[in-house]
């Protein structure tokens, strides 16, 4: 007798009895639209990653020594393995960007389905659901999966890692030890010592938890970290004992090796706080804004180079009027660090600029200028004024699509315990950093040092993690809020292992702590609730939803504890759930409604909508790049008289010639690498280059070094100016007006003859 592989009733029984199964692709799912969903928006994003991909796929040379040109001059200044995996789905799909954006987007999911796995094998399927979801809804993750930043590669790297430490200490087999220590080396390949930040919880937990005698896991634990080690400086031994004249310069180092860049602009900097500024990372240069020179320079029209810091959270548009940044006592301005007044205007429905903001954390409406995040050290005018403060400038249009790629901008204020609670980052990572606190605080006293479980390592496990994400980003001095996507598995982790027990404890009635549960959730929606109120436009729609659900949750607990009945509980706990996550799932949402003008410096929120506004962008991120007739005449110049053979251009940043490459693919090159502080070219290379006509045109900014750089003194005493009508014409000229679409402030020169028809 034949039977149906699927009966009318067995797909409600599949349903039924792998319900938990159903539930994690419903949370892949929604984890992989938010990563994906309209990834062509954004173009090809960072343009400095875009174009050392281009330059990758071009020879076997570039793509190993990830070569940012395709000239293999210098070298970016990240380590090679997301890149590698990048140019491999650029080899298979073609040059795209959403082809670039894919593997961020595929480990933000993979990472999501990792900590249901890691989660659900020791404390339950419903722990490992709660932390997938948890995992997928912040704001931070959605970010960096949405760029072709390293950092989502890096995270599912790491809780890889995580899985075969587990594995180790629940068999007690080194093997999974072994193996655990590759994972975080092939990490630090992605991101340096960024890799490493899982390590005191490894040998924290494996210290206590092993099943070995205490030697045999000194034993292991040191053959693991010659593992970790062969596999992390793996590459770098083969660059640096590369001589110099057969491989690129490496990127952002001082003296051309990457050990230094290891300890140096990715390591020791980052901690004390100087990277980008203190070695010249500057807004300025072609695609990036163009005019600045110093700390200063002209703002007109519609582009930053803080990746979009200073948008307001909502406005009035109807008000109009404008304001203060928050550090300002005048009311019709106040100064900026030079002493001269600074405006803003916010954007109307017209395209005017009126409008009157409200700034969070505070909520309180300011007039005569606009806040760069609660206005530490930044000041400017969005429509033709100066600004000061972020290294740079902010000139002419949309820079090419990519928002630039030397704004520095503080977006992560002040140094301190409490500084991932300050508006600028508690929306992308920080929702339920209190919720987690209380599910530490719940399994407290669980643990019997004589009876150590898998199930106390891996909790123990999570709790180290969120302290050392909240010790670094709290105290280091240097980073950007997208990598706050490092804090997510620890909140997640814990989440998913403390709610089902604060359920459980208030269930039981066990003690004080059967309290816990409605308590964290009046403190942790306290906080939300502050903080979404913040932002007028979200009080009539968003605001309500919560406190709807966290009035019916409480509700609910209550008539639980006086008459308890099955299914009351559960609706409590999943309406709690619901209103500590629609902000976070909002704030996700923005990620993918509106285009980030700076896809350098990304992040969250609701004043994404206003930035894409005053910004004047369109739905299509290509096609603002499309729009930048400045740039593109020149580049359409060059091409037109390039000589096989020869550089294209030679500038001193990246973000002077990234453009040229992702629309090219020919060498264009940037002697000076990302921050322009790099010896590539030196001067007596560079004049044997043009002996041998291998430099024709190169592109001096106003940051091109200032008037002492050796090269670029070469250049004006040795070259031909270029007079910019023979590249942008009278009429594009015209419309460009004194910005000229970023290329104000920057000359192109010419040595010897080009040879063109």
């Known amino acids: 007798m034949k039977t149906k592989l699927f009966s009318t009733g067995s797909i409600p029984s599949f349903f039924r009895n792998y319900r938990h199964l159903t539930a994690l692709a419903a949370i892949a799912v929604l984890s992989f639209s938010l990563n994906f969903y309209a990834i062509s928006k954004l173009g090809y994003c960072n343009a400095y990653y875009a174009a050392a991909i281009k330059s990758m796929t071009q020879s076997f040379h570039n793509f190993f020594f990830v070569a940012f040109d395709p000239a293999g001059v210098v070298s970016v200044d990240k380590p090679p393995l997301a890149l590698w995996i990048q140019a491999v789905f650029v080899l298979i799909f073609g040059y795209h960007g959403w082809a670039m954006l894919l593997p961020q987007a595929l480990a933000g999911t993979g990472s999501c389905i990792m900590m249901y796995v890691l989660t659900a094998k020791h404390f339950g399927r419903k722990a490992g659901l709660i932390s997938a979801l948890v995992f997928a809804l912040t ?109 690129p310069y490496v990127g952002s180092s001082t003296n051309n090796t990457v050990w230094e860049l290891i300890i140096g602009h990715n390591g020791l900097e980052r901690l004390v706080g100087s990277g980008g500024g203190a070695r010249g990372l500057t807004g300025g240069g072609m695609n990036g804004g163009g005019a600045a020179e110093g700390n200063s320079g002209t703002s007109s029209g519609q582009s930053s180079a803080n990746g979009g ?79 000061r403060g972020f290294g740079g400038t902010v000139a002419g249009s949309q820079m090419r699509g990519f928002g630039g790629m030397g704004g520095g901008g503080n977006d992560i204020g002040t140094a301190g315990p409490l500084r991932l609670f300050s508006s600028s ?148 706990a999943a309406l709690m759930l619901f209103s500590l996550l629609a902000a976070p799932f909002y704030w996700s949402l923005t990620v993918v409604m509106y285009v980030e003008q700076n896809s350098t410096l990304p992040y969250a929120g609701p004043e994404l909508a206003s930035t894409a506004e005053i910004h004047g962008m369109t739905p299509n991120q290509e096609v603002l790049t499309a729009a930048d007739s400045g740039t593109a005449a020149l ?66 900014t106003s940051q091109s070094g200032g008037s002492n750089s050796g090269l670029a003194s070469y250049v004006r005493q040795n070259a031909t100016l270029i007079d910019s009508r023979e590249y942008l014409g009278t009429s594009t000229q015209s419309a460009a007006g004194s910005s000229q679409n970023g290329i104000s402030g920057s000359s192109l020169y010419l040595f010897g003859s080009t040879g063109a028809s």
């Open 139 to 247: 704001p931070a993750v959605v970010v960096a999966s949405r760029n072709n930043t390293m950092d989502m590669q890096l995270i599912f790297f790491l809780l890889v890692a995580a899985w075969f430490f587990f594995r180790s200490i629940e068999t007690g087999k080194w093997r999974y030890l072994f193996a655990c220590a590759v994972f975080v080396g092939l990490g630090f390949n992605i991101k340096m010592l960024q890799a490493y930040m899982i390590l005191p919880g490894v040998v924290i937990v494996y210290l206590i938890f092993a099943k070995e005698k205490f030697l045999k896991r000194i034993i292991a634990g040191l053959i693991s970290l010659v593992i970790m080690a062969a596999i992390s400086f793996a590459w770098m031994a083969a660059v640096d004992l590369t001589p110099a004249a057969d491989r």
């Open 309 to 387: 810091n200073f948008a307001p959270p909502d406005q009035d548009s109807a008000n109009g009027g404008s304001f203060t940044p928050p550090d300002q006592d005048s009311a019709n301005g106040g100064p900026l660090p030079d002493g001269s007044a600074a405006t803003y205007s916010a954007p109307t429905g017209d395209g005017s600029l009126s409008g009157t903001f409200r700034l969070p954390g505070d909520g309180q409406t300011r007039s005569g200028g606009r806040s760069f995040n609660d206005g530490e050290g930044f000041g400017g005018t969005v429509a033709g004024g100066q600004m």
């Open 425 to 572: 980052l508690f929306g992308q990572a920080s929702w339920l950093i209190v919720l987690a606190l209380f599910c530490i605080l719940v399994k407290t006293g669980k643990f019997d040092p004589k009876k150590p479980t898998v199930r106390q390592a891996v909790f123990l496990f999570w709790i180290i993690w969120l302290v050392t994400m909240y010790g670094f980003f709290s105290f280091a001095g240097f980073w950007h809020r997208y990598y706050l996507c490092m804090f997510a598995p620890g909140i997640a982790g814990l989440v998913g292992i403390g709610v089902p027990e604060l359920v459980r404890t208030f269930r039981d009635k066990r003690g004080w702590k059967q309290f816990l549960l409605p308590l964290c959730l009046i403190v942790t929606f306290a906080i939300e609730i502050r903080y979404v109120w913040s932002y007028e436009a979200l009080r009539n729609w968003l605001a309500p939803i919560m406190i709807a659900a966290g009035a019916a949750s409480l509700l609910l607990m209550l008539l639980h504890y006086v008459k308890p009945k099955r299914l009351i509980l559960p609706a409590s």
């Open 635 to 700: 580049e359409n110049y060059l091409v037109e008289h390039y000589r096989e053979g020869s550089y294209l251009v030679v500038a001193q940043r990246a973000n002077d010639v990234a453009q040229f490459i992702v629309d090219t693919g020919l060498p264009a090159v940037a002697y000076g690498g990302f921050l322009g502080s790099d010896n590539a070219i030196t001067l007596d290379e560079l004049k044997e280059l043009v002996s041998q006509g291998r430099v024709t045109y190169f592109l001096i």
